[in-house]
């Protein structure tokens, strides 16, 4: 019998509407060529557009619809004309704390044939997992705007660390350095965040001595932040809070070939709700609209879904063939010196996946 995955497709905004489209004929293709499964997917409009003519980010009952999907593949959201604090805490960070997708899964690792622009670094020195909080932190949203225009203006905006929340993430952490066999990397800012980062590093501490077996590390956000540049062979699976994590996934981008590249799953572990899958990328409304945009981002994460309903074979398979795109360089989009289109890179990937599909089967 053929499982049929239900997918809600959020494209947004700018370039994720195009890379999107690019996700939705790789995953489309892939279902095809296994014959196990099928994906449904359900679009749905919502974004900035949405909201200029609607006045909202998604419809009332948008979580609703939203719970009965078993994954959401969201492109990006924020468009110049509709201020990002309302686009993006009505759509992104409300799927993201309304599903309780409290972890950020950022692989940050240089495939072959993707360009680094650090000198003298060989590719296995870039391959790190970054997991990041995506509950609550700097990111809760709690604070208040006082007097606002008055001469006592005031704004405050308050970081809340749970002990729930701060644990769940610490130990999801540890649980995947213990089944990879890799170390785990604590990042934190404890000298000047003397609440939030205080504790963070205690809870750390008093989890590391249930995994005695994970070789742990701990670093200040600013000294991690230069060693992932002059060493990131440091780094193994890593843990660290929703702003810090942010910061640092644009700068390990950066690293292992550029934003166009780098993916990010959104997940609630229990799946009670549905994960989603992201590039971690934005709208690029600097290239939006012109068919250049970078689709390999949204590949990876397509391939993070896949491996999320237990298709990891098709999730490899999918990196291999990403990687075989970038060794040739012919196919590339101009974010990484090349002359291709969109769809150009994407046919080149979805090619490649199914050359090998065929030679395997
Ligand atoms: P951005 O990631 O959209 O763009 C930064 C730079 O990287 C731009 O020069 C852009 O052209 C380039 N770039 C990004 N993705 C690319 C791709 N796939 N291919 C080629 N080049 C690519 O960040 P920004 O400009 O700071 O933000 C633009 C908007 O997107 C804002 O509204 C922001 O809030 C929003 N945003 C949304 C998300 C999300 O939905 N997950 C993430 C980041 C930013
Ligand atoms: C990301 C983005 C979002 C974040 C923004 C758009 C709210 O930058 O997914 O990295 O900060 O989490
Ligand atoms: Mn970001």
């Known amino acids: ?57 998604m419809d009332d009952d948008g979580m609703e619809k939203l719970k009965e999907f078993d994954a959401i593949y969201l492109g ?11 686009s993006l805490w009505e759509l992104l960070l409300k799927i993201r704390k309304g599903f309780d997708q409290y972890v950020n899964i950022r692989p940050i690792k240089l495939l072959a044939g993707a360009p680094c622009p650090l000198k003298g670094v060989n590719r296995d020195q870039i391959d790190m997992l970054v997991i990041r909080e995506n509950s609550e932190g700097e990111y809760a949203g709690a604070g208040d705007w006082l007097y606002p225009g008055k001469p006592e203006e005031v704004v405050l905006q308050t970081g809340v660390f749970s002990r729930k929340g701060t644990e769940r993430i610490i130990r999801y952490a540890f649980e995947t350095a213990r089944q990879q066999g890799r170390s785990l990397t604590s990042i934190s800012k404890g000298n000047a965040l003397n609440y939030s980062m205080v504790f963070w590093d205690q809870i750390f501490s008093e989890l590391a001595l249930e995994y005695p077996d994970v070789p742990t590390y701990t670093y200040l956000v600013d000294a991690a932040s230069m060693f992932f540049v002059k060493q990131p062979e440091r780094f193994e699976v890593v843990v660290t809070s929703n702003l810090f994590g942010d910061i640092l996934t644009d700068l390990g981008a950066a690293l292992a070939g550029g934003l166009g590249l780098a993916a990010g799953a959104n997940i609630n572990p229990e799946r009670n709700y549905p994960s989603m899958f992201e590039p971690i990328h934005g709208s690029a409304p600097d290239i939006a609209g012109k068919g250049i945009a970078n689709p390999l981002a949204a590949f990876w994460s397509a391939s993070q879904m896949l491996d999320f309903f237990g298709y990891e074979s098709w999730g490899k398979l999918v990196l291999q063939s990403i990687e075989q795109v970038l060794i040739n360089q012919t196919k590339l989009t101009p974010d990484m010196g090349g002359p291709a289109t969109t769809q150009e890179t994407s046919q080149a990937v979805i090619n490649e996946l199914q050359r090998v599909a065929n030679c395997e089967s």
């Open 1 to 57: 019998m053929v499982k049929t995955h239900r997918i809600a497709v959020i494209a947004g905004d700018g370039i994720g509407k195009e890379v999107i489209a690019e996700g939705v004929k790789l995953l489309q293709k892939i279902a095809d060529l296994d014959g196990r499964f099928s994906f449904a997917f359900e679009y749905f409009p919502w974004g900035c557009e949405y909201y200029v003519k609607h006045g909202k980010m």
């Open 76 to 86: 990006a959201v924020g468009y110049p004309g509709v201020p990002d604090h309302i």
